[in-house]
């Protein structure tokens, strides 16, 4: 969530919303990089393949939000 002052510029609120952006997908990249890392240790371990479904879902739903 981004929070700013009414005063604020526009520029400074597309700034803190693209920092926001830009730290949740480094966020989604290291979650996905551990799911794999767990599916190479044990490879019929289901909950890490629902994880690893559901943090791509998700991810590529922030990538939908900020291209509106």
Do not use: H, P
């Not at 799911?35 to 019929?44: F, P, R, S, T, V």
């Not at 943090?55 to 939000?65: C, D, G, M, P």
Request: aromatic share 18%.
């Amino acid at each position: 969530m981004v929070y700013y002052k009414e005063d604020s510029s526009r520029a400074s609120i597309i700034e803190q919303v693209k920092s926001a952006y830009d730290w949740a997908q480094e966020e989604f990249t290291k979650a996905g990089k551990r799911y794999e890392e767990a599916l190479k240790i044990k490879l019929n371990f289901y909950e890490v393949v629902l994880a690893l479904g559901q943090q791509q879902f998700e991810q590529v739903k922030l990538s939908w939000y900020y291209a509106d």
